[in-house]
């Protein structure tokens, strides 16, 4: 192919895979997708249980974020994906949509389009669901939805253990009601993870008018005369784009590259000596994240997968998911949880429980040396907002990750309210069997000044980063409701940036969502049918 290009998509996560892949539908169309990160060669990247060690660096930038002022100066990983297929290829595959009430609020906010129903067809048109074919679920699409492989009996103790505090079983949290505990739908197919680069690029790598780059990183867009033309890489290539240049960066990547091509807020731009292209405070602004708590039981036997982390279990588990694509390295380790309650009189759940198969599964998480459980909740509407900042005009250096968690006195009430339910449900009858003693927070944690104490030490990022290149309507707004960047022409930002709020659940199936959505309006607005 030459250097010119209709479409170049900048970065292959999972809004850019799913644009890659439907763009390329079109043979006239000539379509770059460029990712700065490597393949998804090794295993990790395709078995299930490969996600204990993606938080611990595996395909990731290693960036972190600022100290936290609300915090206590607390620091956190902050895992963002440096892979094809991004943060697919690295979660713990787990599928949820937000509730309906999510997308309806946005088009509440003026974002025609964009309401519960607008969207649904494209979550059905994505998924190839193997349990469900039904109003809320198709089948025949490019990315693999199934049911769990290697639950435990601890997970049916669970859910026996959440109806004692009245949350019921919920065989559907995608379909009509997300209320209940449940076993989550999962990004997989045969067992194996269903990334959006094994859905929709690895299937198609052979046509003549798309070329995929790997460890391309771009320097900046190119913007000539209120138009995007293309992009500079590392290494000084220019390349153009025809028609439109896709920003699938991620909430961070995005406006960290639009900020290094001088596209963001002036009064931080000229500080740092970026010639600004275009003053828009909003990107890097809005920024808004799931603030993740545990509660971690020690248990009186090995009722988890914690003993899989020795070398002779580890390798029956290699032989068990070989030739059966059973045990645990069939499970991604959290599929199990639900949707709950920290304000009874919230408009739909509010807190999201995950139930890790075991201790020290995620990055600065504690571990029990003789096994353990991990119950993970999370406040699902934080009122707090941060940014996403330059530090230099290095793009090498790592930008400047502010969620700003707990900003707002709500987000601390009810993140705590979380963490005590998670206590409540470990402490049922049904799960004495198997549960030893709390361990984390424990007995010695009581008042809310205590549980603050031990969230500014024990606690994480759920990894739902949002909101920072804002769609919507008003003047404020970073991208209009077709994605289209306010005040340059031929370019879009297509990614989890342009949730005016961060939806009610893991984020990864409405990436995908947003992919499928923005390639129709993509096709409609080029003619291409």
Request: glycine share 12%; with cysteine; charged share 20%.
């Amino acid at each position: 192919m030459t250097e010119g290009y209709d479409f170049i998509i900048i970065g292959g996560g999972s809004a850019g895979s799913v644009l890659a892949g439907r763009l390329s539908e079109n043979p006239d169309a000539r379509v770059l997708l460029l990712e700065a990160g490597g393949s998804d060669r090794h295993p990790f990247y395709h078995l299930p249980a490969g996600f204990a060690k993606m938080t611990k660096g595996i395909g990731s930038w290693g960036w972190d974020t600022v100290p936290q002022r609300h915090m206590k100066g607390k620091v956190f990983r902050y895992t963002q994906a440096k892979v094809i297929g991004g943060g697919s290829a690295i979660n713990a595959q787990i599928y949820t949509r937000g509730n309906a009430q999510d997308y309806d609020d946005w088009r509440q906010m003026g974002c025609e389009g964009w309401s519960y129903e607008d969207v649904l067809p494209y979550f059905r048109k994505a998924e190839d669901n193997e349990t469900h074919e039904n109003r809320y679920h198709g089948t025949g699409g490019p990315l693999g939805v199934s049911e769990p492989r290697a639950p435990l009996p601890i997970c049916e103790a669970y859910f026996e253990a959440a109806a004692k505090l009245g949350i019921p079983r919920n065989r559907d949290v995608n379909g009509e009601k997300q209320d209940g505990a449940c076993y989550y739908q999962l990004t997989q197919r045969n067992a194996r993870r269903s990334s959006a680069a094994m859905a929709y690029v690895a299937p198609n790598r052979n046509r003549a008018n798309l070329e995929v780059r790997l460890g391309a990183q771009v320097r900046r867009l190119i913007v000539e005369t209120g138009r995007a033309t293309g992009v500079e890489l590392l290494d000084g290539t220019r390349l153009t784009a025809d028609r439109e240049v896709l920003l699938c960066s991620g909430a961070i990547g995005s406006p960290r590259l639009l900020q290094l091509s001088g596209i963001g807020p002036a009064d931080h731009l000229e500080p740092l000596g970026i010639d600004v292209v275009l003053d828009q405070p909003g990107v890097g602004a809005n920024l808004q994240d799931h603030l993740d708590l545990y509660c971690i039981s020690e248990l009186s036997g090995p009722h988890s997968y914690d003993r899989y982390t020795r070398p002779h279990w580890a390798a029956l588990a290699g032989l068990r998911y070989l030739f059966g694509r059973k045990g645990p390295v069939a499970s991604s380790l959290f599929e199990t949880g639900g949707f709950w309650y920290a304000d009874p009189g919230a408009r739909s759940p509010d807190l999201q429980l995950h139930l890790g198969l075991g201790t020290g599964i995620e990055h600065g998480v504690a571990s029990m040396p003789q096994g353990g459980v991990t119950l993970n909740s999370c406040y699902l509407r934080p009122r707090s907002r941060g940014t996403v900042r330059l530090q230099s005009t290095d793009p090498a250096s790592a930008p400047l990750i502010d969620p700003n968690y707990l900003a707002d006195p709500l987000d601390r009430e009810m993140t705590i309210r979380g963490l005590k339910l998670t206590q409540e449900i470990l402490a049922q009858e049904p799960l004495q069997k198997y549960i030893l003693a709390e361990r984390l927070p424990g007995p010695e944690v009581r008042t809310d000044q205590d549980y603050f104490d031990f969230i500014c030490v024990h606690s994480k990022t759920s990894h739902h980063c949002a909101g920072t290149c804002r769609m919507g309507v008003d003047d404020a707004a970073v991208v209009d409701t077709r994605l289209r960047f306010n005040g340059i022409d031929g370019l879009r930002v297509v990614d989890n940036s342009i949730m005016p709020t961060v939806i009610s659940s893991n984020t990864n199936a409405a990436a995908i969502m947003i992919g499928e959505k923005a390639a129709d309006m993509i096709k409609a607005d080029n003619g291409m049918g």
